[in-house]
């Protein structure tokens, strides 16, 4: 098993990131299939820079690796993701990273400026840059695939689930309007992605599955071999003839306007993040990682 690791840049802003591994992502092929995993267990795989950028070069090592056909995407722990990092020790939204797009560093900028010029790289730029890799993807969920998370299964080409795994984007508590890669009336029919932005609730599995947005689910114990078996299938087709098949209907998709969604809705989603900050203070509406968590179980409850 090859361990990825992070070496973050030159440090900004006054809060310094303790990371608690320094293996964000494991990286790991068994014949034609990669296997990459989300490594933070402790933090249900919250996603900070160091994991994200991990991320990008797992997913490079894959693309570049002629005998890799397949690529697996799953998470350590309790859960696939419990979304961006918003409070874990390993937080490092201050940190500057050698950069995959091109795009300047976001430490030296300003207000409203600094999140939508980090965003654009760590979150826009690298979620349509992993949608577009020449390989098949599978996203294999288990426990929560929350906010930020569901933008790490929608870029695969497809998801396979645990009956037991749920969906939710609960950000609308903060007054924004989803998460940065909006995929959602792509992902779910109108009038279901309103409700599940506006109420925020979970959505098991199974309902995704009802709606398209899961490929298949099934029992927790059959969810490694469920995966291993589709993309064992997958692989024992021509590699190029995968790749068009995704490009093919990545294009449909596009044309039905996915490309321009995401750009206009990205806007909106910063305009969201400034009116907080004008009147709170605060890019989240005052919320961080404890209040979100506390709010999601108080729902449960009630």
Not at 25 to 35: C, K, M, S, T
Not at 81 to 106: C, K
Not at 110 to 124: C, D, I, N, S, W
Not at 274 to 295: F, I, P, R, Y
Request: glycine share 8%; aromatic share 8%.
């Amino acid at each position: 098993m090859i361990l990825v690791k992070d070496c973050s840049m030159a440090r900004a802003g006054s809060s310094t990131p303790h990371y608690e591994t320094d293996t964000p992502v494991l990286y790991e092929v068994d014949g034609p299939i990669a296997w990459i995993t989300m490594n933070r267990p402790q933090f249900h795989n919250a996603q900070n820079s160091q994991m994200t950028y991990a991320l990008d070069r797992a997913f490079s090592k894959a693309t570049d690796d002629s005998q890799v056909k397949v690529i697996v995407l799953r998470g350590a722990g309790k859960h696939f993701s419990a979304g961006h990092d918003i409070g874990s020790p390993g937080r490092d939204v201050n940190e500057d990273f050698s950069r995959i797009g091109l795009l300047p560093t976001h430490t030296d900028r300003q207000g409203a400026e600094f999140l939508y010029t980090r965003e654009h790289e760590v979150y826009l730029g690298m979620c349509r840059r992993w949608r577009a890799l020449p390989k098949p993807t599978i996203a294999m969920v288990h426990g929560g695939c929350i906010a930020g998370g569901l933008m790490l299964a929608w870029v695969c080409d497809l998801i396979v689930a645990c009956e037991t795994a749920f969906f939710q984007d609960p950000v609308a508590r903060m007054g924004i309007p989803g998460v940065e890669y909006f995929a959602h009336p792509f992902e779910l029919p109108p009038r279901v992605a309103k409700e599940f932005l506006l109420l925020g609730e979970r959505m098991s599995a199974q309902e995704a599955g009802t709606y398209g947005m899961v490929n298949r689910v099934v029992e927790a114990q059959e969810l490694e071999n469920t995966v291993r078996d589709m993309a064992g299938k997958i692989a024992s087709r021509p590699p190029l003839g995968n790749w068009l098949v995704k490009q093919a209907v990545n294009h449909a998709e596009d044309l039905r306007g996915k490309h321009t969604a995401l750009d206009a809705v990205y806007h909106m989603h910063h305009f969201a993040h400034a009116q907080n900050e004008l009147l709170s203070g605060h890019t989240l509406g005052g919320l961080d990682a404890k209040a979100m968590a506390h709010a999601n179980k108080a729902e449960q409850k009630a």
